[in-house]
């Protein structure tokens, strides 16, 4: 059987590149090839740039409000394309459909709506310099690059294109070689909705195309999302022409739940925040510290509630809510943490081997993993996974756990459970981590900003400051008197 090939999308349309290379993308939840992308070649990536450069022109030459309204059209049509665009998302990622169905094109619907409604909102300043006076205008960077990871490649795409196209940029993007056809149905809504040719382009392909892109010097912005090493390279790469950056990376996020808490509301956290999308987000909650007296009470229900509760399968069916990891190799990665969990002496409280359901026998699927009487030094503890295995560890102290929380590298999110509002934030307000959570755990609005501490990124996304990353100031000084010259 024959399957479609996709080609990059370059200046409104799809175009074909020189060397005929392409890749092979399988559904994780059947091992099958479902389709093939070319690969941006030098005819390609030359195409992209100038389709850029005329897509930049024109569009940064519209008023904000007629960006605004071409922009909220490509809302409208995201939203009445929701299920088309879910179930490409399915079959790319392998996530439930009860997943992708109401998350995956909503949120990322939300964050391009909402920059679109903030883009005539954007002004400059004025002042008066005794007679002078300067103003100052938020002027748009030219083209930035996006670079997407491959758990939620619509919602990416559209977190990095929504602020950038509301500030007048024109964006070559770049999606995951695993994940790549959320992003041309993007392009394509763009152009249905009136995005002038050229502003919204897609390149495919692996890591080379994502060098190119970043080491480019026509390119002003690269927002990447991706692992923490991956971040360091492009970091590398742009800092050869002196690149913007944002960077969205890993986490090895904490969650505290104090004797206090609602412990039922707890477990249904910490489930969420490491079953959800199979634990394929950056933002779980992957060590999560209990205090001591409702420790076994907390792990009871969660062993019940993750054996009873979690419907593994076809992802497609409406039923499943633990879909497949993105490919066999990261299966494979997350199976080796488990058994270096064991070997490290954590206790396996329940899951801990691969899948096969009956409906999807061929997929990439891990149980749902909970390790208890886990150490700070573990590798299961210290490292990020990207799979659903939780760590539970045991504390006494609030000032020790909120020591023992600090103590990575890594600062992308973290969450607090407890009933004492006094100590929910003083505990919060501690913790180095850039996305918080006080009794919930996982939600991000469009109006909230997300972004990491330390080494989990550089620069937010969402939130009104995200639209400043977008623009730079230009200072315009105006003399109202004759110069005074001692020349
Ligand atoms: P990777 O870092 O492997 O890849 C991210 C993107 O970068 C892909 O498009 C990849 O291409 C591309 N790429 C790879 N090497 C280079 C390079 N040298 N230069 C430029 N681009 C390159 O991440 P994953 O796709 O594996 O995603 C999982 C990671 O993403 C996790 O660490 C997760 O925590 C993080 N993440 C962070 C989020 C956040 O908002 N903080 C949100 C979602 C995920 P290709 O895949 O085609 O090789």
Same mark, same amino acid.
């Given at each position: 059987m024959t399957t479609p090939v996709y080609e990059n999308f370059i200046n409104g349309h799809f175009l074909k590149n020189q060397t005929g290379d392409t890749?092979?993308?399988?559904? =994780?939840?059947?091992?099958?090839?479902?389709?093939?992308?070319?690969?941006?070649?030098?005819?390609?990536?030359?195409? @992209?740039?100038?389709?850029?450069?005329? #897509?930049?022109?024109?569009?940064?030459?519209m008023t904000?409000?007629?960006?605004?309204?071409i922009l909220l059209k490509a809302v409208a049509i995201l939203r009445e394309r929701n299920d088309e665009l879910a179930k490409v998302e399915v079959l790319d990622t392998g996530k439930p459909w009860q997943e992708a169905e109401c998350v995956d094109v909503e949120t990322g619907a939300d964050v391009i709506e909402y920059f679109a409604g903030l883009a005539p909102a954007q002004v400059g300043q004025q002042q008066m310099v005794g007679n002078d006076f300067y103003y100052t205008r938020k002027e748009p960077l030219g083209i930035c690059a996006g670079i997407g990871a491959w758990n939620y490649p619509l919602q990416i795409a559209c977190w990095k294109s929504g602020p950038a196209l509301a500030a007048g940029n024109a964006v070559i993007f770049k999606p995951s070689e695993e994940t790549p056809l959320g992003a041309i149905k993007l392009a394509e809504i763009f152009i249905e909705a009136g995005v002038? &040719?050229?502003?919204?382009?897609?390149?495919?392909?692996?890591?080379?195309? $994502?060098?190119?892109?970043?080491? +480019?010097?026509?390119?002003?912005?690269?927002?990447?999302?991706?692992?923490? #090493?991956? $971040?360091?390279?492009?970091?590398?790469? *742009?800092?050869?022409?002196?690149?913007?950056?944002?960077?969205? %990376?890993?986490?090895?996020?904490?969650?505290?739940?104090?004797?206090? @808490?609602?412990?039922?509301?707890?477990?249904? *956290? &910490?489930?969420?925040?490491?079953? !959800?999308?199979?634990?394929?987000?950056?933002?779980?909650?992957?060590?999560?510290?209990?205090?001591?007296?409702?420790?076994?009470?907390?792990?009871?229900?969660?062993?019940?509630?993750?054996?009873?509760?979690?419907?593994?399968?076809?992802?497609?069916?409406?039923?499943?809510?633990?879909g497949a990891l993105i490919s066999k190799k990261h299966q494979e990665l997350v199976?080796? !943490?488990?058994?270096? $969990?064991?070997?490290?002496?954590?206790? %396996?409280?329940?899951?801990?081997?691969? %899948?096969?359901?009956?409906?999807? =026998? +061929?997929? !990439?699927?891990? /149980?749902?993993?909970?390790?208890?009487?886990?150490?700070?030094?573990?590798?299961?503890?210290? /490292?990020?996974?990207?799979? =659903?295995?939780?760590?539970?560890?045991?504390?006494?102290?609030?000032d020790d756990v909120i020591q023992r929380a600090n103590d990575t590298h890594l600062g992308l &999110?973290?969450?607090?459970?407890?009933?004492?509002?006094?100590?929910?934030?003083?505990?919060?307000?501690?913790?180095? &981590?850039?996305?918080?959570?006080?009794?919930?755990?996982?939600?991000?609005? @469009?109006?909230? =900003?997300?972004?990491?501490?330390?080494?989990?990124g550089i620069g937010r996304e969402n939130g009104i400051e995200t639209l400043d990353h977008y623009t730079q100031t230009k200072s315009i000084y105006v003399g109202m008197s004759n110069i005074e010259s001692p020349f």
């Open positions: 890749f092979a993308v399988k559904n =994780p939840a059947t091992d099958e090839v479902i389709y093939h992308v070319e690969i941006a070649d030098e005819f390609i990536q030359n195409a @992209a740039i100038e389709s850029a450069k005329q #897509g930049f022109a024109v569009w940064s030459a904000p409000i007629e960006r605004s309204r002038p &040719a050229g502003v919204f382009n897609v390149v495919q392909g692996a890591a080379e195309v $994502g060098q190119w892109l970043t080491a +480019n010097p026509n390119i002003e912005k690269v927002s990447f999302t991706g692992e923490v #090493g991956t $971040g360091k390279k492009v970091m590398a790469s *742009a800092a050869g022409s002196l690149k913007d950056v944002t960077m969205e %990376l890993g986490g090895k996020s904490p969650l505290l739940v104090f004797d206090d @808490a609602d412990v039922s509301q707890a477990v249904s *956290a &910490a489930m969420l925040g490491n079953f !959800y999308t199979q634990g394929e987000i950056c933002t779980n909650c992957t060590r999560i510290y209990v205090h001591k007296n409702v420790y076994q009470q907390f792990i009871d229900e969660l062993k019940t509630r993750t054996e009873q509760n979690i419907i593994a399968g076809d992802p497609m069916d409406p039923e499943v809510n633990l199976l080796s !943490y488990i058994d270096r $969990g064991i070997q490290e002496g954590a206790t %396996l409280l329940t899951g801990g081997k691969a %899948l096969s359901p009956a409906s999807a =026998p +061929n997929g !990439y699927f891990v /149980e749902p993993t909970v390790f208890v009487d886990c150490k700070d030094d573990m590798t299961i503890v210290k /490292e990020e996974i990207f799979g =659903p295995v939780m760590s539970v560890l045991v504390f006494d102290d609030e &999110a973290a969450g607090v459970f407890t009933k004492d509002i006094q100590r929910a934030h003083r505990v919060i307000h501690q913790l180095q &981590a850039g996305i918080c959570w006080i009794n919930s755990y996982g939600n991000s609005p @469009a109006e909230m =900003p997300v972004g990491g501490y330390k080494q989990s």
